[in-house]
Structures are given as C-alpha cells and as structure tokens.
C-alpha cells in the first residue's frame, strides 16, 4: 500500500501520541521528515535532517527512539515524564550502551510500564541513553538486582 508522505508523517505523529501523550507526535517527529520504507512499503525509520528520530517497530506498532527523537522527547516532557534516573557513577558505562541495572536507579516515572520505551538520565537529567524498560517505574525503584533498562543506544559510539 502507498502512502503519501504527509499521510506517512500524520500517522506516525498519531502513534506517537497514543505512546507519549497528547499533542507529543507534532513535535517529535516534525513536518520536513523523511522515511525509510520496508520492503512491504511499510515505515521504518523516520529521519529529520539525516538523523534517526525513530524506528518503527514491525511486532508491535510502537516506535522506538534514536538519540534525536529522545532529545526532542526529553525537551518536550517534563521530568519526571518517561525518564529513569541512574547514579552518576555508572553514567560513563549507560552512554556506551550498557544496559542499566535497578540498582543503579535512582528514581523512575511510576506510569512506566515493561516494554515502555524510554530516556536513561543522569543525575542532572542529562540525556544519557534510550531504551526499553524491562521493569515498571515501581518496580525499578523495588527491586534492587536485574535489568531495569534495556538500552538500545548511548549518546556515545
């Protein structure tokens, strides 16, 4: 099936809203993006200026976020909106893309759910990481052993 390209976008700001809350989907993924399609014509990836703001995920509909898409999300949700808190002193392992521990975090939005896709910050909410939570945002603040975060990517290579 073909899609326009403003169809395209309008249907993935409308997935974003569903995921991240009202009015979230225009500003996430902004008008001048562009779109890399699956072989079934289907989205993949949405990219603003070169740069992956997200993926869309062929199992489940949800997006996944790129480095970009969570520095857009991070200046449009407020704290503590969708963001894990870790210790500052595993920051430097997270931004490389190690996946963070529930004893590591500090705080966590409690409307995070498993499988929710999310920011990993530091202490001074600095973007650190994104990823999917393998924990609720209670359970992550609960438990104190096991992935709470599975990371996806870090801020650095």
């Not at 190690?98 to 995070?112: C, G, P, Q, W, Y």
């Amino acid at each position: 099936m073909n899609y326009s390209a403003n169809s395209l976008l309008r249907r993935l700001q409308v997935i974003a809203d569903f995921q991240f809350g009202r009015d979230v989907g225009v500003i996430l993924l902004p008008e001048g993006c562009t779109f890399i399609l699956a072989r079934s014509g289907q989205p993949r990836q949405v990219l603003l200026e070169g740069k992956r703001l997200a993926t869309l995920r062929a199992s489940d509909g949800r997006l996944t976020l790129g480095i970009e898409g969570a520095v857009r999300l991070h200046d449009i949700l407020r704290p503590p909106s969708y963001r894990v808190m870790i210790q500052e002193d595993v920051a430097a392992y997270i931004v490389r893309g190690k996946n963070a521990f529930a004893r590591h975090v500090l705080s966590a939005d409690e409307s995070i759910r498993a499988g929710d896709e999310v920011m990993v910050v530091g202490e001074n909410d600095r973007i650190l990481a994104t990823g999917s939570a393998v924990l609720s945002g209670a359970e992550m603040m609960a438990f104190k052993s096991g992935v709470a975060v599975l990371v996806r990517q870090g801020t650095e290579p």
